[in-house]
């Protein structure tokens, strides 16, 4: 008989104590393993280790942000899901050490949740303006293009919402901390042959 020692996570007055027990597994039936599997599953997976976890996931031609992310054993089961073939998931956090977490997308440190949406706003705004003036100049010279070539639709924005939009881009408040990788000085894979 075999006793294995199964480390709880025990909820005394609001607060969450490590607490080792000592359980006999082999006198509980198969229904009462899975259940207790199950409800050490969900507690692992809703433990809330007090940082955030912005987690984008991009996987054939979705773009979503998962929002259940809380700890970092739920963040690494959601970068090997992702890991490459079936996606790619890009990582905002505030905390300081990710390093050891596998992932295929990006994986960045931010300050914060606000400096997050403020950075990512300017970088769409950034790349956002090129792509619209283009388009607004290719149908203004349309007649100037070959025919194969022709925008076959007037774009959605005006020389106004443009411009506005530059207005935006020249006043933006720069407070914001831009993300910084945890991938410092990647092995880059250099074959001098």
């Known amino acids: 008989m075999e006793i294995n020692t199964i480390v709880f996570l025990c909820g005394i007055n609001y607060s969450l104590y490590l607490c080792l027990m000592e359980i006999d597994l082999s006198k509980y039936s198969i229904e009462e393993l899975v259940e207790l599997k199950n409800e050490v599953s969900n507690m692992i997976d809703n433990y809330k280790d007090g940082y955030f976890y912005i987690c984008n996931v991009r996987s054939y031609g979705r773009n979503w942000r998962d929002n259940s992310i809380h700890n970092i054993h739920t963040l690494q089961k959601l970068c090997y899901e992702y890991g490459g073939e079936d996606g790619i998931v890009d990582v905002y956090s505030n905390n300081p050490d990710l390093s050891m977490i596998d992932n295929y997308g990006d994986l960045m440190y931010i300050v914060s949740e606000s400096d997050y949406t403020k950075w990512k706003d300017y970088e769409y705004l950034k790349g956002f303006i090129p792509t619209i003036s283009k388009r607004l100049d290719d149908w203004e010279n349309r007649d100037n293009i070959p025919f194969?070539?022709?925008?076959?639709?007037?774009?959605?924005?005006?020389?106004?919402?443009?411009?506005?939009?530059?207005?935006?881009?020249?006043?933006?408040?720069?407070?914001?901390?831009?993300?910084?990788?945890?991938?410092q000085n990647e092995d880059l894979d250099t074959d001098d042959n």
């Open 148 to 183: 194969h070539s022709r925008p076959s639709f007037a774009p959605m924005y005006s020389r106004e919402e443009l411009d506005e939009m530059v207005k935006k881009l020249n006043d933006y408040d720069m407070s914001f901390v831009a993300p910084v990788s945890y991938k």
